[in-house]
C-alpha cells in the first residue's frame, strides 16, 4: 500500500526539512557501531541509505562504509543533508529519487539503511525491489527512535499535546497509519523474513529551544501550520516544555532502534 508519493513527499517536507538537523534525534552511536559490527560491515562495502532526509544514517556510515550513496525524493531534504555531509567532511552520494526508482543500476549493497522513511513507502514493493540490490549475506536495517517511560521523560504528554494540536488536520498522521500491517508482519512475508532487534538507551542534555525545532520537524505539524504562525508554534512549545527544563536544558532518555533484516534463505 502506497501512504505517501513522491510529490507528496516533497511538499509534506518543504517546510519541515530545515529544522531537521537542529530538531530530530540522532542516533546513538554506539548502535550505529553494532549494526555495522553485526553486518559485517567492511571499509570496501557498500551502502544505500533510503529515504535519508537530512543524511543521518548516510553521514553516520560513511566512515565504516567503502560508499554510501543516499537517496530522497525531496530536494531540501537532499539540499540539508549535503549541507550536514559537509559539515562532517564524509563523502556521500546523494541522489534525488524514491523507492520506485530502485533497479539494477544501483549496483550491490551489503546494507541498506531506512530511517523514521519505511512507512512512507509501499513497503512491499520497496522490499522486492531490493531483494535485487541487497548483496548474498547483506541487510536491510530499519532505524526508529523513541522516548522511553522513564522520569526524565515526563516532558513528552505537553509535547504530545502541543503537537496533537497543530497535527488535528493531518490525514497521512500516525491514526491514518493505525490500521496497516507492522514492519515485522511486512518483513516477515518477504524475502528479509529474518529478524532481530536492538536498541541502545541514552541520556542527553538538549536545549529548551530544540524542542521547537523538533515540532517543526514534523510534517504533520504543518498540516496546522500556516507559515506566519512559525513563532506562535515556537512559543507554544516553549512555554509547555518550560517547566521540564534546568538553565535552559531539558535531561531526556532517547532509545535507538535498529531491526535487522536478513533473507533466512540463501
Request: charged residues 25%.
Amino acid at each position: 500500500m502506497t501512504l505517501i508519493t513522491p510529490a507528496e513527499a516533497t511538499e509534506r517536507f518543504r517546510n519541515a526539512s530545515q529544522y531537521y538537523t537542529t530538531g530530530r534525534p540522532t542516533y546513538p552511536p554506539l548502535l550505529i557501531d553494532r549494526v555495522a559490527d553485526l553486518i559485517g560491515l567492511q571499509r570496501t562495502d557498500r551502502v544505500l541509505d533510503l529515504g535519508t532526509g537530512p543524511g543521518f544514517l548516510a553521514i553516520d556510515f560513511a566512515p565504516r562504509a567503502g560508499h554510501v550513496t543516499a537517496i530522497d525524493p525531496s530536494a531540501d531534504m537532499l539540499g540539508v543533508a549535503r549541507t550536514n555531509a559537509a559539515r562532517a567532511v564524509v563523502d556521500v552520494t546523494f541522489v534525488q529519487g524514491s523507492s520506485y526508482d530502485l533497479d539494477p543500476g544501483f549496483g550491490q549493497f551489503r546494507l541498506v539503511t531506512i530511517g523514521r522513511a519505511f512507512h512512507w513507502m509501499d513497503r512491499e514493493d520497496t522490499l522486492r525491489r531490493l531483494d535485487g540490490l541487497v548483496e548474498p549475506g547483506g541487510a536491510i536495517v530499519l532505524f526508529s527512535d523513541k522516548s522511553p517511560d522513564v522520569p526524565a521523560n515526563a516532558w513528552t504528554a505537553a509535547y504530545r499535546a502541543v503537537l496533537d494540536r497543530y497535527s488535528a488536520e493531518d490525514k497521512l498522521g500516525a491514526s491514518s497509519r493505525a490500521s496497516l500491517p507492522s514492519h515485522d508482519a511486512v518483513l516477515l512475508t518477504s524475502p528479509f523474513d529474518a529478524i532481530e532487534r536492538h536498541s541502545v538507551v541514552e541520556r542527553r542534555a538538549t536545549p529548551l529551544e530544540r524542542f521547537a525545532d523538533r515540532l517543526l520537524s514534523l510534517g504533520a505539524a504543518w498540516t496546522g501550520l500556516d507559515p506566519s504562525r512559525v513563532l506562535d508554534a515556537t512559543n507554544e512549545i516553549l512555554a509547555a516544555l518550560a517547566p521540564y527544563a534546568r538553565e535552559g536544558i531539558i535531561h531526556e532518555v532517547v532509545e535507538g532502534q535498529a531491526l535487522i533484516a536478513r533473507r533466512s534463505r540463501p
